[in-house]
């Protein structure tokens, strides 16, 4: 699943937020940690994640979780911007 829409409608029915990132090639976020669970999914681009020290590149419409609490970083490593979707588990 790719529509962003489908996603977002699906994250909901799960208790999860939905929202939108951008960004530009070489762009990384380091080193994160979060109370609750995380869901991200790539929609173009080449974005790596490293959750607690494993490296996974999921491929677009690919989900990935990242548990409350885990170590995680996320990397635009292609040559063009990047657009994932990232939403929290509410509490």
């Not at 090639?25 to 494993?54: A, K, S, Y």
């Not at 995680?72 to 929290?88: E, I, K, P």
Request: aromatic residues 10%; proline residues 9%.
């Amino acid at each position: 699943m790719s529509d962003p829409k489908e996603i977002a409608a699906d994250w909901a029915r799960r208790g999860f937020t939905c929202e939108l990132w951008i960004d530009p090639p070489g762009r990384r976020w380091e080193d994160f940690t979060h109370p609750v669970d995380e869901l991200v999914t790539p929609l173009e681009g080449e974005v790596e994640f490293e959750i607690e020290g494993r490296v996974v590149r999921p491929q677009p419409g690919e989900e990935l979780l990242i548990p409350a609490g885990a170590l995680h970083s996320a990397r635009n490593v292609g040559s063009t911007t990047t657009r994932w979707l990232y939403g929290y588990k509410r509490q």
